[in-house]
Structure formats: structure tokens, C-alpha cells
């Protein structure tokens, strides 16, 4: 037996037995074409269709395993919640154990569309877990979907869960932080040089406090003021100056307050 087909026949046992029932009928031949892509996927280090079908252990032919593997996904049956949510569940589960890292990326996909896409780090690898899709061009989606996709994955995690999520200048609003400080996350998120914050009743950019006397002040802050609405406590680090940002971090964990918009 080549090594090939035993990945493959170890990962199906292992997605059947993540099902409470044994999986019977259309639900067990989805689960075999499941395997046959994760598999693939593996083996061939790609996920492309064709490349993956040349890797998937089957007698057919490779036009054949490729037709068969784009007929799944194509297939209104095949759905998150069946086929992918119950082993993000696992998943999660298991990771939860220890501080998870969450990353929100935006970025072009397909045709004319944009993907929102939440993902967690494990082992030097970004692993999908929850994604919106949309068509339009290279853009920032809404604060209210970052929040969306964040409250999903809230319902999937462990009340006590340990989260610290990972962002770049897209998930720096006033109303993203306000979530993530009622869920009592940390967040690493990379913000404007011109973001104004108050530091003992005046306003300052970030570049003029990174730039200026006031970095020691900034330092021994338990919160800085972002608008009239809401505060919350940061750490600051001159990395990222060159390219005209920073990063901001949270340091504590502060009251819940009203979101508000910048």
C-alpha cells in the first residue's frame, strides 16, 4: 500500500469519526470526496483542482477525479455547516486548551469579489475558519462585518477561551475594538500615523506622540481616548514607523462602552 493511500484512508476514518452517527448514504460519499481533497491538498502541496486530482488515490482518471472533485464543491448539498463546521468545532476545541491566534485578512478572490476571512494559527499556518464573500473590487469591508464574522466564531469558542487576534489597518475601528474588549480579547492591530488620541485632555496624532516627548508619558497610560465616546488602553511600538503606521496593542481589559465610529 503506498504511503499515498494510507494519508487517505486515515483521513477518512479520522472524518468519520468526528460524526456522532456513522455517516451513510450521499453524506458518506461526500465525506469520501472530503478526504480525496484534503489529501490531495496535501500531497500535492497545491489547491488547484487539477493538481489536487492527481493526487487523490483512486483508479479513475486524472480529467475524471478532477471533474468528480469540482462537482463537490459546485454542489448546493455540500454546505458549511455539514461538511466543515464539525471539525472547526474539533478543532477549536483542541487548540482552545492553549492561547489561540486569530488572524482577519481581507483580500481579492476570484473574479470581482472580496473575501473576509478569519483564520487560526497553528503551527506556522493559517487555518480558514469562518469567511464572508462578496463581489466588488480591492477594498475594506465594514466594521459591522468584522464584527459579524468575530461574533460567529465567539459561539464556536470556549466561554474561558484565550484569544488574541491579529489585524492590519482595516480592523483598527472604534467599533471592532469595543467588541473585542466586551470578549475580553487581545487584539494586534496596525493603525494610521494621523489617528488622534487624547493624552491628558489634548489630542495628538500617533506620529507626534511616537515622535515626540510625549512616548514616555503614552507609556505609563492606562488608556488613551480615541473620541468623546470611548477609550481604551494601548501599548505602542515604534515598529512600522518607516512605512507611516504603527502598531497598537491592548494592555488591559477596559469597561464595555458604546461603539461608536471614527
Not at 466561554?159 to 489597518?169: P, W
Request: hydrophobic share 45%.
Amino acid at each position: 500500500m503506498s504511503d499515498n493511500l494510507k494519508r487517505y484512508l486515515a483521513i477518512k476514518r479520522a472524518l468519520r469519526q468526528l460524526y456522532p452517527k456513522e455517516p451513510q448514504g450521499r453524506l458518506a460519499q461526500s465525506l469520501n470526496v472530503l478526504a480525496m481533497f484534503i489529501n490531495g491538498i496535501v500531497a500535492s502541496k497545491s489547491t488547484h483542482t487539477r493538481q489536487v486530482a492527481k493526487k487523490t488515490p483512486v483508479a479513475a482518471k486524472v480529467t475524471s477525479r478532477e471533474k468528480q472533485l469540482s462537482r463537490w464543491y459546485q454542489n448546493e448539498r455540500v454546505t458549511y455547516e455539514l461538511h466543515m463546521l464539525p471539525f472547526v468545532k474539533t478543532l477549536l476545541a483542541s487548540l482552545a486548551e492553549q492561547t489561540l491566534t486569530v488572524v482577519l485578512d481581507g483580500s481579492e478572490v476570484g473574479r470581482h469579489c472580496v473575501c473576509l476571512m478569519v483564520s487560526v494559527i497553528y503551527q506556522k499556518r493559517a487555518i480558514p475558519l469562518l469567511w464572508i464573500v462578496v463581489s466588488g473590487c480591492k477594498g475594506h469591508f465594514p466594521a459591522d462585518s468584522h464584527v459579524e464574522v468575530l461574533t460567529h466564531l465567539q459561539r464556536l469558542l470556549p466561554a474561558a477561551a484565550s484569544v488574541v487576534v491579529l489585524g492590519d489597518g482595516e480592523f483598527d475601528s472604534v467599533a471592532l475594538q469595543t467588541f473585542l474588549a466586551q470578549a475580553g480579547w487581545d487584539y494586534v492591530c496596525r493603525t494610521a500615523k494621523n489617528t488622534q488620541v487624547c493624552l491628558d485632555g489634548a489630542w495628538f496624532s500617533l506620529a507626534d506622540i511616537l515622535l515626540g516627548n510625549q512616548m514616555s508619558a503614552l507609556a505609563s497610560r492606562p488608556r488613551l481616548d480615541f473620541n468623546a465616546l470611548n477609550s481604551f488602553p494601548i501599548s505602542i511600538s515604534r515598529s512600522g514607523l518607516a512605512s507611516g503606521s504603527c502598531w497598537n496593542k491592548s494592555a488591559l481589559r477596559p469597561k464595555p462602552m458604546a461603539p461608536s465610529r471614527w
